[in-house]
């Protein structure tokens, strides 16, 4: 079973929505000790602060924050008889850290030489990936990847487009010009892909349009594709050369997202320590529930 400091690690890298739960303090008579932490995700846990009611209470109160957008700190302060229905007698303190969704999903289509040279950036950034191709030889061993990057082998690539979600940014990097086009027109024809990046040529790309135009797509469609893709000012033509053009755009991309607002803020979160004092000097009679927002940009902690 893994710690959840490895689970932890693996969320963080990957940008899978996680919250982490950590008992900050307790009095009387508690099922674990200050310092206890468990992570919770969408459909599971890692570890455990107790069990019972306290825990089945923080499990509900994780994932309540799991659908908000923004990155949140709670703080819950839970007596254990009155609260939780617990005979220990004694109350804890709970900090809720909250790290929703944060990038698009990013989908791959071609296992070649570019493909590889990109994968080993894309291991580096906050891209759950899937990456497909229809020639199982070409993916490298499972244990070789990050564990944000999902290898996918299917015989009809274009066919799996359905299942992305709104807002991915599809590459299409394959062997196959007829497979491109094909890949591209379904992308285009769902409509709810944020960006379609074509590897080719200037050549590749008017005969797209041109195909593309003619089977009725309107210009508005047509915006959001790129061919070639990748930045204009990264020049040369070797693998890793164009791999790197198109992860600097991809970087742009998601940061612009951050920035723009139209996914969830990445920044850290501070908590005035004035906030945090005057909560753990509540009547421990009383249970408390409180949202800490973050400090603004300028605004030093209260002392």
């Not at 220990?88 to 289509?109: H, I, N």
């Not at 906030?275 to 249970?287: A, G, I, S």
Request: hydrophobic share 40%.
């Amino acid at each position: 079973m893994k710690h959840w400091s490895e689970s932890l690690a693996e969320c963080q890298r990957s940008g899978q929505p996680h919250v982490l739960v950590t008992v900050i303090s307790t009095g009387g008579s508690t099922p674990r000790a200050a310092g206890s932490k468990m992570l919770v995700l969408a459909d599971s846990s890692i570890d455990t602060i107790g069990g019972g009611q306290l825990e089945y209470q923080a499990l509900q109160q994780a994932r309540a924050l799991l659908q908000e957008t923004e990155q949140q700190q709670v703080i819950r302060q839970v007596l254990l008889g009155a609260d939780a229905g617990q005979c220990c007698g004694g109350y804890a303190t709970l900090l809720f850290e909250s790290y929703p969704a944060r990038a698009a999903e990013l989908w791959v289509f071609g296992a070649g030489h570019v493909a590889k040279a990109l994968m080993q950036i894309v291991q580096q950034l906050p891209l759950p990936t899937r990456w497909i191709d229809n020639r199982p030889e070409l993916f490298p061993a499972a244990d070789s990847l990050a564990p944000h990057i999902e290898c996918v082998v299917a015989d009809t690539p274009e066919a799996l487009l359905v299942d992305a979600p709104a807002g991915s940014r599809i590459l299409i990097l394959t062997h196959d010009h007829a497979l491109d086009y094909r890949l591209a027109e379904t992308a285009l024809r769902l409509g709810y892909c944020a960006s379609i990046g074509v590897i080719g040529s200037a050549t590749k790309a008017n005969r797209f349009r041109y195909r593309l135009t003619h089977s009725g797509m309107t210009e508005q469609q047509l915006e959001i594709m790129q061919c070639p893709v990748g930045l204009a000012e990264v020049a040369g033509k070797l693998p890793m050369e164009v791999a790197v053009s198109i992860a600097g755009q991809l970087i742009q991309q998601y940061q612009t997202d951050l920035q723009t607002g139209q996914r969830p803020n990445t920044r850290a979160t501070g908590v005035p320590l004035s906030t945090l004092k005057q909560l753990m000097r509540k009547d421990k009679q009383t249970q408390d529930v409180t949202v800490l927002t973050p400090l603004a940009p300028n605004e030093a902690p209260s002392k």
